[in-house]
């Protein structure tokens, strides 16, 4: 089976309207391409951030700019209208945990993909907030990263750790710590041992500056020998993104030894052959 859980209806920016991604034939045509791509599970994660109800957990001017839609309205859709299954892509804030498991609970969720995108107010992967403008250097983004990601995955309020190593982005465009990266894993790694979450592999980053998947091949090894299952996705936020390059992932995965994927249902996870 292949997957495809981290998938936007709604396009990124705010001119577009609610009604014109929460529809019949736009689903179609998601489900079209997953058809074509041979994904038989998918599912969608809209950004929490698109939602009004989000401003309860947090009021960064980004999702002030950005908290237009209804969750209730967003899940009822995707329940009672579309076989697809329901996630959601939801912050790490820290300090915000409780805020951020009521906003969780809710939807009867499928699953919660967990992201890291803002170290405090600035963003590691935004141009329009960018931490790689404050003065900060690589090697403090890069351990805060990790850090966040870590205790992201502690938190116990997500069942998949969407595109683990997001903060190499922008690639050359910005500057990255010298050396072997693989010293600011650990604490990731060890707290994805720990908690038992799945791992997201996804395409997203081929189509970004870093020209990579997320995580790196060595992220990914030693998630493997932690014991971390595996949820494949392409982060689509358009029709044409879904599967996106699923051959380069699959070459990936079957090349470090996975032959299954994690599939959610009702927040229960289980395991299923990889393979289209
Ligand atoms: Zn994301
Ligand atoms: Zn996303």
Same mark, same amino acid.
């Given at each position: 089976?292949?997957?495809?859980?981290?998938?936007?209806?709604?396009?990124?920016?705010?001119?577009?309207?609610?009604?014109?991604? &929460?529809?019949?034939?736009?689903?179609?045509?998601?489900?079209?391409?997953?058809?074509?791509?041979?994904?038989?599970?998918?599912?969608?994660?809209?950004?929490?951030?698109?939602?009004?109800?989000?401003?309860?957990?947090?009021?960064? +001017?980004?999702?002030?700019?950005?908290?237009?839609?209804?969750?209730?309205?967003?899940?009822?859709?995707?329940?009672?209208?579309?076989?697809?299954?329901?996630?959601?892509?939801?912050?790490?804030?820290?300090?915000?945990?409780?805020?951020?498991?009521?906003?969780?609970?809710?939807?009867?969720?499928?699953?919660?993909?967990?992201?890291?995108?803002?170290?405090?107010?600035?963003?590691?992967? &935004?141009?329009?907030?960018?931490?790689?403008?404050? =003065?900060?250097?690589?090697?403090?983004?890069?351990?805060?990263? &990790?850090?966040?990601?870590?205790?992201?995955?502690?938190?116990?309020?997500?069942?998949?750790?969407?595109?683990?190593?997001?903060?190499?982005?922008?690639?050359? =465009?910005?500057?990255? +710590?010298?050396?072997?990266?693989?010293?600011?894993?650990?604490?990731?790694?060890?707290?994805?041992?720990?908690?038992?979450?799945?791992?997201?592999?996804?395409?997203?980053?081929?189509?970004?500056?870093?020209?990579?998947?997320?995580?790196?091949?060595?992220?990914?090894?030693?998630?493997?020998?932690?014991?971390? +299952?595996?949820?494949?996705?392409?982060?689509?936020?358009? +029709?044409?993104?879904?599967?996106?390059?699923?051959?380069?992932?699959?070459?990936?995965?079957?090349?470090?030894?996975?032959?299954?994927?994690?599939?959610?249902?009702?927040?229960?996870?289980?395991?299923?052959?990889?393979?289209?």
């Amino acid at each position: 089976m292949l997957t495809d859980y981290h998938v936007h209806l709604r396009p990124d920016g705010v001119s577009d309207t609610f009604a014109n991604a &929460f529809n019949a034939a736009n689903v179609e045509r998601y489900r079209e391409a997953a058809d074509a791509a041979g994904i038989a599970e998918l599912g969608v994660s809209e950004h929490v951030h698109r939602f009004q109800q989000s401003l309860a957990v947090w009021d960064h +001017p980004f999702w002030r700019e950005q908290a237009v839609d209804d969750i209730d309205a967003y899940c009822a859709f995707v329940r009672e209208a579309t076989d697809l299954r329901l996630g959601l892509e939801v912050d790490f804030v820290p300090g915000r945990e409780d805020r951020t498991q009521s906003l969780i609970e809710r939807c009867e969720l499928d699953y919660v993909v967990g992201s890291v995108h803002f170290l405090g107010d600035l963003a590691v992967d &935004f141009d329009r907030f960018d931490i790689w403008t404050s =003065g900060r250097s690589p090697e403090a983004v890069w351990t805060r990263y &990790f850090e966040t990601l870590a205790a992201a995955a502690t938190s116990g309020m997500f069942d998949i750790l969407a595109h683990p190593d997001l903060v190499k982005m922008w690639g050359q =465009g910005r500057p990255s +710590p010298a050396g072997d990266p693989r010293r600011y894993y650990e604490p990731a790694l060890e707290a994805i041992a720990e908690s038992g979450i799945a791992v997201e592999v996804s395409t997203a980053g081929l189509r970004k500056p870093v020209a990579e998947i997320y995580p790196a091949p060595a992220f990914l090894a030693s998630a493997l020998e932690a014991g971390a +299952p595996i949820a494949l996705s392409s982060d689509a936020h358009m +029709p044409e993104q879904v599967g996106y390059a699923y051959d380069a992932a699959l070459e990936l995965l079957e090349g470090l030894g996975v032959s299954e994927l994690a599939v959610f249902e009702r927040r229960q996870r289980r395991l299923e052959p990889l393979g289209r």
